[in-house]
């Protein structure tokens, strides 16, 4: 890829339609190559490094690059001098045994998605699914908000909510009236749905799927949480022995 080409990495179309996404500054770019030594098809990675990073090492094909054409590739203000171009990854294959499904409709904040991305990496055994019209994964403000954990979770995208009975016997979802999170059935499915920010599940979808409703108990005066931290402590508890 030229130069021209990188730059357009940017934009969601161009990513498709070249097939690759920008990944941004060191701990990235060594979380990147981790994931290489055992995802072969990360190996096609291109690395573009300024001189402060001219004695780096990596097993990518690399590409010496001025600071100018640095900040005109990056995402960043202030670019650290060493970016990547990426193969976008194939479809995962089949779920492992044991193997759960964190469902997200409709998530916008890329932060949101990137701290979900980390949650499932550090747990593990977590498939994460998106509907569309979700943000893209591959937008730079997601990669760099998971921090390298977009290389370690099996990841699908528009994946519409109606095809989830045929792939899950039992789904979950979270609800103000719903049953404790603690309580050991909350363990017992196969797939936890997780709304918009704003607008959540659309109710008729969650009562066509029949999916059990659970409660993230509290004794504060807000009325929601966060999306992220919603699905932090599902995860968390899912993952506790009980």
Same mark, same amino acid.
């Given at each position: 890829?030229?130069?021209?080409?990188?730059?357009?990495?940017?934009?969601?179309?161009?990513?498709?339609?070249?097939? =690759?996404?920008?990944?941004?500054?060191? =701990?990235?770019?060594?979380?990147?190559?981790?994931?290489?030594? +055992?995802?072969?098809?990360?190996?096609? !990675?291109?690395?573009?490094?300024?001189?402060?990073?001219?004695?780096?090492?990596?097993?990518?094909?690399?590409?010496?690059?001025?600071?100018?054409? @640095?900040?005109?590739?990056?995402?960043?203000?202030?670019?650290?001098?060493?970016?990547?171009?990426?193969?976008?990854?194939?479809?995962?294959?089949?779920?492992?045994?044991?193997?759960?499904?964190?469902?997200?409709?409709?998530?916008?904040?890329?932060? &949101?998605?990137?701290?979900?991305? +980390?949650?499932?990496?550090?747990?593990?055994?977590?498939?994460?699914?998106?509907?569309?019209?979700?943000? %893209?994964?591959?937008?730079?403000?997601?990669?760099?908000?998971?921090?390298?954990?977009?290389?370690?979770?099996?990841?699908?995208?528009?994946?519409?909510?109606?095809?989830?009975?045929?792939?899950?016997?039992?789904?979950?979802?979270? %609800?103000? &009236?719903?049953?404790?999170?603690?309580?050991?059935?909350?363990?017992?499915?196969?797939?936890?749905?997780?709304?918009?920010?704003?607008?959540?599940?659309?109710?008729?979808?969650?009562?066509?799927?029949?999916?059990?409703?659970? !409660?993230?108990?509290?004794?504060?005066?807000?009325?929601?949480? &966060?999306?992220?931290?919603?699905?932090? @402590?599902?995860?968390?508890?899912?993952?506790? %022995?009980?």
């Amino acid at each position: 890829m030229n130069l021209a080409d990188i730059k357009k990495l940017h934009q969601k179309k161009y990513r498709q339609s070249f097939g =690759h996404y920008l990944v941004e500054g060191e =701990h990235l770019i060594l979380e990147l190559q981790k994931a290489a030594a +055992r995802q072969p098809a990360l190996e096609a !990675s291109e690395l573009y490094v300024t001189s402060a990073y001219e004695h780096w090492q990596s097993p990518f094909r690399t590409h010496a690059i001025s600071d100018r054409q @640095m900040a005109q590739l990056a995402d960043t203000r202030t670019p650290q001098g060493i970016l990547a171009a990426v193969p976008m990854p194939e479809r995962p294959a089949g779920p492992v045994p044991g193997e759960k499904a964190i469902y997200l409709h409709e998530v916008q904040d890329p932060g &949101n998605l990137g701290t979900i991305l +980390r949650t499932l990496a550090w747990f593990g055994g977590f498939r994460c699914l998106l509907s569309p019209g979700s943000v %893209d994964p591959f937008n730079p403000k997601v990669v760099r908000a998971s921090m390298g954990a977009l290389f370690h979770v099996p990841l699908e995208t528009d994946v519409d909510l109606a095809s989830l009975p045929d792939r899950y016997q039992s789904l979950a979802c979270l %609800d103000l &009236n719903g049953g404790s999170m603690a309580s050991p059935d909350f363990h017992q499915h196969d797939c936890y749905l997780f709304g918009n920010e704003a607008r959540g599940v659309p109710r008729e979808a969650l009562d066509q799927l029949q999916a059990v409703p659970y !409660s993230i108990q509290g004794q504060g005066q807000i009325e929601s949480l &966060n999306l992220a931290s919603a699905v932090n @402590m599902c995860t968390y508890e899912l993952m506790r %022995d009980l």
